[in-house]
């Protein structure tokens, strides 16, 4: 399949797009409509002041509520030419909003103890976005002084390359040359371009890899522990400019590139100077700065204290927060962990010795070795072929039959010797997995669009379709993380469309879905609803919402899975905790007005009105808070009434509410036929966790 490219355009606002959200929140949450919001009416930050293009009072008030406005601050009006057009704009003084905010934090599963991660509010998007515009450059030039990363921004992105089915499907309607807007702005990877590997494995496969386990003996791996939960913010103006400099003329260093980011970064955070937020790409590029100045100190040490010469006596590799060094003798590994240990020291990091592994010669780690094998488990169990035969009379013409011998059980047990004989875990090897899975799905489906696509064709070809997601059923119940389920949800949907696409017949869909169907509730059943397993819970329920109305849900099976209980006496729902928003958004998308949900639906509505009320000191600065309102406000499954009180909670009268629903109707959650899970979950792939 070919790639095709678009010119990407909007640079200021366009890393709210790209750079703003981790990659594990729900498909139904995006920036799509902030970022439309934000194009649309001109919003950005100029000279300290944030403006915009006039659009009535209802977007005024909308600005106001959005960056939580002094009520005293006079909103100017001044004309301007842009583009040879004349235009009116309104600005603010940025000292004039408050940009101390609370980020609304998540957490995933992630070894033992999960993993926040953090999506920040959206006023502090918008001055990332700002910062991204006018340091773009800075930032390459500070993100390119180490010999050892491998994983940097090298460039400001130019272009959107596209490789997929629903693209190829579109070009016979799109004429050459158009620009397509909703295709330039959904599959962006990010903001930057970067170098030299997107994914570890790729380094691992890589020539420099092979040659320098020729060149040296051995190999040891290294990781920062709990990197970005530690950083300093102000290590980072103390990595540009030097920790001394910045002490000793700490006003003047406020105002640097450093001393900038710095500030951005606290603010966006609660003003926490321990720790950044995790998830974003921006905290990403914050900590690969730092990690380059601990490169530079690190190779400068080997040099003048060890005597040992990078590329001679050693080889260092950084890939984000972990480093692998190649070396010859044994003292150069120590002497290594103990240069970078005082390093780190410095900028209040420290390495974590459980995590250093060393490899002598073979140098292949245990991984690498369970994906070779698992390649050609793959490659051997699953062939989708074409079989041709021809009948007896003559001149008859020549029958393509599909064809796809595929055994689940022993595709499984297979899978699980070489999980126990390479002494790996689910978790190290089901992104690979997965991403091999994928690929023969796509291999079936085009085999099969190739036969003559008789019933037997197509039987043969659900059959061929049930085993693989047998087998990846199975292994994702071993480690049920979200990026394990994104790809999971990716390939039902894919499935799943394809035989609705192809018209098959109700009893091979309802094979197949009713096979989707208990196999997705098995997982919800065994993954209760948890501080960790939200998210992937919430994926689960979004796929199946695409299998029909034969298989929804009882409500009582949703709400068990929730944790909300129906009270005997009250006969009423209750919840010992607030649902977070991604759950009050995709239940609500789930049930949206179907009547068997109305009991559940008013619990929810009642839920999130006391989750804003239990907020409302502070409401329009809490980045939860606010994005829930604002799509709640959208919501075509609420009543007027709840929204009115939302409204109510923010200071909104009737009047107000209904000047800033006319201003958007979309923004962080799709709501109805706004909502697309192929194109989602297709979006993702540009994007998928490093």
């Known amino acids: 399949m070919s790639k095709h490219s678009v010119t990407l355009t909007h640079r200021r606002q366009r890393s709210v797009l790209t750079d703003m959200l981790p990659f594990e929140v729900p498909p139904t949450f995006t920036n799509r409509g902030f970022f439309a919001f934000l194009r649309d009416h001109h919003i950005d930050i100029e000279s300290d002041r944030l403006r915009w293009k006039e659009g009535g009072p209802g977007l005024d008030r909308t600005i106001r509520l959005l960056f939580d406005v002094r009520e005293s601050a006079i909103l100017a009006t001044n004309t301007t030419s842009e583009w040879g057009a004349t235009v009116k704009r309104r600005s603010i003084p940025m000292q004039a909003c408050r940009m101390d ?125 709990k990197c970005f ?74 040099t003048k204290r060890a005597k040992l010469k990078h590329k001679v006596d050693y080889e260092i590799f950084r890939y984000v927060d972990d480093y692998f060094v190649f070396y010859n003798e044994q003292s150069t590994e120590l002497r290594v962990i103990e240069e970078l240990q005082e390093i780190l020291k410095t900028k209040k990091l420290t390495i974590n010795p459980a995590k250093v592994k060393s490899y002598p010669k073979p140098i292949i780690t245990e991984i690498t070795i369970a994906k070779e094998r698992i ?57 690979y997995t997965f991403a091999i899975v994928e690929n023969k799905i796509d291999l079936v489906i085009k085999a099969y669009l190739s036969s003559d696509a008789g019933d037997g064709d197509r039987r043969r070809m659900v059959n061929a379709v049930m085993a693989l997601l047998e087998f990846a059923f199975f292994a994702y119940s071993a480690s049920p993380k979200v990026n394990h389920t994104i790809r999971m949800s990716r390939m039902v949907a894919t499935s799943v469309d394809f035989v609705t696409a192809q018209a098959f017949s109700h009893e091979l869909k309802h094979l197949l879905f009713k096979f989707v169907h208990d196999n997705i509730v098995e997982m919800l059943d065994k993954n209760k609803m948890s501080t960790y397993r939200e998210v992937e819970s919430l994926y689960l329920l979004i796929v199946l919402s695409r299998i029909g109305k034969e298989y929804w849900l009882p409500e009582e099976t949703i709400a068990n899975h929730f944790l909300i209980i129906l009270d005997k006496e009250s006969d009423q729902y209750v919840r010992s905790e607030f649902l977070n928003h991604f759950s009050i958004t995709v239940l609500l998308s789930y049930m949206k007005k179907k009547v068997r949900y109305d009991k ?91």
Request: glycine share 4%; proline share 3%.
């Open 375 to 431: 390649s050609a488990l793959m490659n051997s169990q699953v062939d989708p072929s074409l079989e041709e035969s021809m009948a007896a009379e003559s001149g008859a013409a020549v029958t393509k039959r599909f064809k796809c011998d595929l055994n689940s059980n022993r595709l499984i047990v297979r899978y699980k010797m070489i999980i126990k004989e390479s002494k790996v875990e689910y978790g190290d090897l089901l992104n």
């Open 600 to 690: 559940l639906r008013a619990f929810i509505e009642s839920q999130a009105l006391a989750k804003l009320e239990f907020v409302k000191a502070h409401c329009p600065n809490d980045a939860e808070a606010l994005m829930l309102f604002l799509d709640l406000i959208v919501c075509p499954y609420l009543d007027h009434d709840t929204k009115v009180a939302a409204g109510a909670i923010f200071g909104l009268d009737a009047a107000g509410l209904a000047e800033v629903q006319g201003v958007n109707d979309h923004w962080f959650t799709a709501w109805g036929d706004k909502f697309n899970l192929a194109k989602e979950l297709d979006a993702k792939r540009s994007r998928d966790v490093y």
């Open 101 to 225: 905010t609370m980020p609304f934090n998540f957490r995933v599963a992630h070894k033992l103890e999960g993993r926040i991660l953090s999506v920040v509010h959206p006023r502090n998007q918008v001055c990332v976005a700002d910062f991204y515009a006018r340091h773009s450059a800075t930032i390459i030039y500070y993100t390119s002084l180490s010999a050892f990363s491998i994983r940097h921004p090298v460039s400001v992105s130019r272009f959107a390359f596209f490789k997929d089915k629903l693209h190829d499907q579109k070009l016979e309607t799109v004429p050459t040359g158009v620009e397509e807007e909703d295709r330039e702005y959904e599959q962006i990877g990010s903001f930057f371009v970067y170098r030299k590997y997107r994914n570890i494995h790729r380094f691992f496969e890589s020539y420099k890899y092979h040659r320098c386990e020729k060149k040296y003996n051995a190999m040891v791996q290294i990781d920062v522990s």
């Open 229 to 302: 939960d530690s950083i300093y913010t102000h290590s980072l103006p103390w990595a540009v400019i030097g920790k001394s400099q910045t002490k000793f003329n700490l006003e003047n260093s406020k105002a640097t590139f450093g001393g900038r980011f710095d500030s951005l970064m606290q603010k966006l955070n609660q003003n926490e100077t321990n720790g950044i937020v995790i998830g974003p790409e921006f905290s990403r590029i914050f900590a690969e700065i730092i990690l380059q100045s601990v490169d530079v100190e690190l190779e400068c040490a080997m």
